[in-house]
């Protein structure tokens, strides 16, 4: 009979999570999720062969319970012992901190796996009814030149590109004084696209947090990659605005945190699409990734797959026209902590992703 996984767990300081990679394992996130009324429990933790930190968010659900979230967590370098027990056994070790928390609700990081989802679930984690973020993405290699990241595109994308900038389309930075009219397109989208998203507030006090604490970092030669000058505590949120002929096209939200850069928010007028700004915006975020010593570019969320019949397609074709790898990760997963009320709350949230899934998207 195989052992269990030993973990151990001890709680810590946020300053345990300055040194983690993802953006959604940071202090800066832990921080600023805080100011939305969750509160961020981080963990030293040891266990596979090797230390890790680990941050926990626990909100409020109603009838006073709370659920326990790890964004993109946990982080392990070198996991390669079976997904299920190692994480049946990191939320047991987890337990007696969250013990007025119905189930911990994994986000995971890692790569699809060869036991599968069967592994997880005979371990007793239940797939969670919805996923929190995209488990789905394209990852773009910053260490080649800029020539060399365009041949790497698809034609089409290069094509719209340089249509993009002959028809005068410029890309400039903005600031916080520009967030409304990026908002304003925002909405714009979302009634196009029918999805949901959080009011301005929640954007402004991302973008404002960001800007207080400021990562620091200074722009290097585009010819040469200069790894790590992003490596503060907290991310850089830069905001690009699209426009042509004073009018605002477009414009997206990319983070810039250690190594890494990830595109987390993108609007887009419905006047002037032919000029192609969502392309002269991606091709600057990856030219400013690269500026500031960025090695890779994460386009944050596709469909799982090529599949036309999904209503997303077009966005699966937009974001793989830039090149790079496609990443499937595992996605949510949950380990109960009292079952019976966590099968409430699932069949609950199961009912509200069918609403936004199925029926408000047609």
Known sequence: MRAEPDIRVEPAGLEVLSANR???QSRFWAEFRRQLGWEPRAFACRGGGSDFSLL???RPLPLRQRLAYAPHGPEV????????PFLAALAAALRPHLVECLFLRYDLPWALRPEGEGGLRASGLPQAPLDIQPPDTVILDLGYEAES?????KAKTRYNIGLAAKKGVRVEEGGAAD?????ELYRET???DRITLHDFDYYRRQFEFAQERGAGGAAGDEAGVKPGLSAGLHPELKLLLARHDGDLLAGIIVALHGRAATYLYGASSD????LMPAYALQWEAIRLARRRGCLTYDLFGIPPSPDPAPPMHGLYRFKTGFGGRVVNRQGCWDFPYRRAGYAGYAAAE???SWYYRRFRKR
């Open 350 to 352: 199961r009912t509200r």
């Open 149 to 153: 990241l365009l041949a790497a595109m």
């Open 77 to 84: 370098p070198n996991q390669e012992q079976e997904n299920g």
């Open 22 to 24: 993802s953006l959604l």
């Open 190 to 192: 979302a009634r196009r």
């Open 56 to 58: 926990v968010l626990v």
């Open 179 to 183: 967030l409304p009219a990026w908002y």
């Open 271 to 274: 006047a002037k699409r032919n």
